[in-house]
């Protein structure tokens, strides 16, 4: 494969999605054993697919809770003769972004979607965590750990505060910040897949379906978010922590894990974890 630079791979990964979703909407509209077999799978064997529609290159912002315009998770919308639709989130990919926002927005977001208060020590370590705190950089010089050059540096170029560095600073902000990922593993879950700041749940994504019809890996596999959601706070106690790398950039979740990225909370969906926890 040729190289490419981010900006390029991210914009080849746009288009190739679109041209994924395309592909699956031209089979759903035209194939009757491919339409046949998606319905079998969602519980709906006896319903008939009327027409379906596509966010793709025409995809619309849609309101969100923040009072502003966001992307809507759905990327394919199918109306079925019960008069159901059904909203459904496709991933060509086996991993990759699933949700990408500033730590304020974030914090906004979850507590107007959830209508749930972030306590104050967990939102603290959230804007460390995520270079919004003013005295990150003082926090990083007094507590990182210097002689470890790399991830110290990495850290003061971020303006964002590791694991390891946040335990040393305050080892109760490390546990809170941890034990909320842990409790709200179903939120964060539903939050990814689902949701986002989308605020008309009829916009909300019911299913997440693991499709590529452009010969890069060749999974079909559809899962119900709200099982996705389930599934994930089952077991996020043993799930859930934080990553290795770097002095502990990441925090593993069930589902992927989130991580900073260019200043924001990046949340990453994984295939793999998914099917291990649904099968």
């Known amino acids: 494969m040729e190289h490419r630079d981010r900006a390029t791979g991210w914009q080849h990964a746009k288009l190739s999605g679109h041209k994924n979703e395309d592909l699956v909407k031209e089979l759903l509209d035209s194939d009757r054993d491919f339409q046949q077999h998606f319905l079998n799978r969602i519980n709906r064997a006896h319903a008939t697919i009327k027409e379906t529609s596509i966010g793709g290159l025409h995809e619309t912002n849609v309101p969100s809770v923040n009072g502003r315009k966001t992307k809507s998770k759905t990327d394919l919308k199918i109306y079925l003769n019960t008069n159901e639709v059904v909203n459904v989130s496709i991933k060509k990919s086996l991993s990759g972004q699933v949700y990408f926002v500033r730590a304020g927005l974030f914090i906004d977001t979850f507590e107007k979607q959830f209508d749930a208060k972030i306590p104050a020590d967990v939102q603290r370590a959230i804007n460390l965590f995520w270079a919004t705190a003013d005295d990150a950089v003082d926090i990083i010089k007094e507590f990182g750990d210097r002689n470890n050059k790399k991830n110290f540096d990495l850290q003061m170029r971020h303006e964002s505060v590791n694991a390891t560095t946040l335990k040393a600073y305050d080892k ?99 295939y793999d974890k998914l099917k291990n926890i649904l099968k």
């Open 172 to 270: 109760h902000l490390y546990d809170a910040l941890l034990a909320w990922f842990t409790d709200n593993a179903y939120e964060l879950a539903k939050l990814s897949f689902s949701m986002g700041a989308v605020r008309d749940s009829r916009e909300w994504s019911d299913f997440v379906w693991y499709v590529n019809l452009l010969g890069e890996n060749d999974t079909d596999d559809i899962f119900f978010i709200e099982d996705i959601c389930n599934a994930v706070q089952e077991i996020a106690r043993q799930e859930t922590y934080y990553g290795s790398s770097f002095g502990g950039t990441t925090i593993q979740l069930p589902f992927g894990f989130v991580q900073w990225h260019q200043g924001q909370l990046q949340f990453h969906h994984n």
